[in-house]
């Protein structure tokens, strides 16, 4: 195990030193390098992806209760709920599920 540390240490120390003192930067030939057209301006918009614009919901500021009949019943009125339960037949086998009625009326 400690020859596996000290090969690897010996190794990570001449990746550091060798390309350090080895590296140059590389050049093109001057007939391989392109030139920028004269008609064409490269800003940094340009260069840039275009995404679409979202879309914003709008929401109308009416009043609009959360119950069937959607319309005011008006100040007095009062909600009335009949419960009971229900059998449902399931894949799981039938299970008896709540069930709630409601309208409004006048107070």
């Given at each position: 195990?400690?020859?596996?540390?000290?090969?690897?240490?010996?190794?990570?120390?001449?990746?550091?030193?060798?390309?350090?003192?080895?590296?140059?930067?590389?050049?093109?030939?001057?007939?391989?390098k392109?030139?920028?057209?004269?008609?064409?301006?490269v800003?940094?918009?340009?260069?840039q992806?275009?995404?679409?614009?979202?879309?914003?919901?709008?929401?109308?500021?009416?009043?609009a209760?959360?119950?069937?009949p959607?319309y005011?019943p008006?100040?007095?009125?009062?909600?009335?709920?009949?419960?009971?339960?229900?059998?449902e037949?399931?894949?799981?086998?039938?299970?008896?599920?709540p069930?709630?009625?409601?309208?409004?009326?006048p107070?």
């Amino acid at each position: 195990m400690k020859r596996i540390v000290t090969v690897a240490m010996w190794a990570a120390l001449a990746g550091l030193v060798l390309p350090a003192a080895t590296a140059r930067a590389q050049t093109a030939a001057p007939e391989l390098k392109a030139a920028p057209k004269p008609d064409a301006a490269v800003t940094d918009m340009s260069a840039q992806r275009r995404r679409p614009l979202r879309r914003v919901p709008i929401y109308s500021q009416e009043w609009a209760p959360s119950v069937y009949p959607r319309y005011n019943p008006g100040p007095n009125a009062v909600r009335d709920c009949t419960a009971h339960y229900v059998q449902e037949y399931r894949p799981s086998g039938t299970v008896i599920t709540p069930r709630m009625n409601c309208y409004w009326r006048p107070g």
